[in-house]
């Protein structure tokens, strides 16, 4: 028997795409009580500020009974360095004296200095938990045993702008082209690279057709050119949202660019990774 018909089935690719606080980080609380009941693990890479969030899925005694975060459940935190106040002033000086072609043809000499996306790439090439210390080898060669999370691609996709341009106060058609090549890379392997279950976080954004004048929501990352490609790399790419105190996922809401293989066209989904996971180890998924 074939290699191709021995090995498991590779893990789904889910991407949650919606606006700020409708739950997107708090739901990876539920792919993690799937794991820790399935015998899978979980690593979290946090490019923002939301480790807190996700803790408070288990600690936060007013949405439910205080529970212990699972043993399952690693993460590591790499965040892009504001820039700093000097290198502020010394952009905004240029600003004041420069033309604009002369300004887009900056460059920041220190742009390696705080150069988060090499700092995200570097770390996935041997994943460090911060919560116990341990590393976990490079994430592109993990098995089906583990699920890979970023949260989020905003942050992600401001890192690997900031790579190309550093303190520069504005980027150049050949700046978005160089950052966008890069994080189009990085989100193919992550997708198509790995047998691990990936999930990923974004924002989103809201795009007028010129002709139509109607308004798409899409996925937020560098510029406008993504928008389109970053979807079809993922099984199910799904729109977070809040009503109220209630939280859902949607993956029938009007004029979003949605997809799903494991959900079905519906819009008031719980909010719950097992959804999914459930379906995939129902079709082979080991």
């Known amino acids: 028997m074939s290699e191709a018909t021995t090995r498991p089935l590779s893990g789904?690719?889910?991407?949650?795409?919606?606006?700020?606080?409708?739950?997107?980080?708090?739901?990876?609380?539920?792919?993690?009580?799937?794991?820790?009941?399935?015998?899978?693990?979980?690593?979290?890479?946090?490019?923002?500020?939301g480790?807190?969030?996700?803790?408070?899925?288990?600690?936060?005694?007013?949405?439910?009974?205080?529970?212990?975060?699972?043993?399952?459940?690693?993460?590591?935190?790499?965040?892009?360095?504001?820039i700093d106040l000097n290198s502020l002033v010394e952009a905004?000086?240029?600003?004041?004296?420069?033309?604009?072609?002369?300004i887009t043809k900056m460059v920041d000499p220190n742009r390696s200095v705080n150069n988060a996306f090499w700092k995200i790439l570097k770390?996935?090439?041997?994943?460090?938990?911060?919560?116990?210390?341990?590393?976990?080898?490079?994430?592109?060669?993990?098995?089906?045993?583990?699920?890979?999370?970023?949260?989020?691609?905003?942050?992600?996709?401001?890192?690997?702008?900031?790579?190309?341009?550093?303190?520069?106060?504005?980027?150049?058609?050949?700046d978005y082209?160089?950052?966008?090549?890069?994080?189009?890379?990085?989100?193919?392997?992550?997708?198509?690279?790995?047998?691990?279950?990936?999930?990923?976080?974004?924002?989103i954004d809201r795009q007028t057709d010129e002709l139509t004048q109607t308004t798409r929501i899409m996925v937020k990352s560098i510029g406008k050119a993504l928008a389109a490609d970053i979807p079809p790399l993922f099984s199910d790419v799904i729109y977070t949202v809040r009503e109220g105190d209630a939280f859902y996922w949607d993956t029938a809401a009007y004029a979003v660019d949605t997809k799903t293989r494991s959900l079905g066209y519906r819009s008031k989904l719980k909010p719950d990774f097992a959804t999914i996971l459930d379906v995939w180890k129902q079709r082979g998924g080991k």
Request: a negative charge.
């Open 123 to 174: 770390a996935l090439s041997n994943f460090p938990d911060d919560r116990t210390g341990k590393t976990f080898g490079p994430v592109d060669k993990w098995e089906t045993d583990k699920i890979f999370v970023m949260d989020s691609l905003t942050e992600t996709a401001n890192a690997a702008m900031k790579m190309v341009i550093g303190n520069k106060p504005t980027a150049s058609p050949s």
């Open 51 to 82: 480790l807190e969030t996700l803790l408070g899925y288990w600690r936060d005694a007013s949405a439910k009974p205080i529970r212990e975060v699972p043993e399952c459940l690693h993460w590591h935190q790499s965040l892009t360095t504001p």
């Open 92 to 102: 905004a000086d240029k600003v004041g004296k420069l033309s604009y072609e002369s």
């Open 12 to 49: 789904p690719n889910i991407l949650l795409m919606g606006p700020g606080g409708t739950g997107k980080t708090y739901s990876i609380g539920t792919l993690c009580d799937w794991a820790q009941a399935n015998g899978k693990e979980v690593f979290v890479l946090f490019t923002e500020n």
């Open 177 to 203: 082209g160089v950052a966008q090549n890069n994080l189009m890379n990085f989100l193919r392997l992550c997708t198509q690279g790995m047998a691990a279950t990936f999930a990923l976080t974004a924002h």
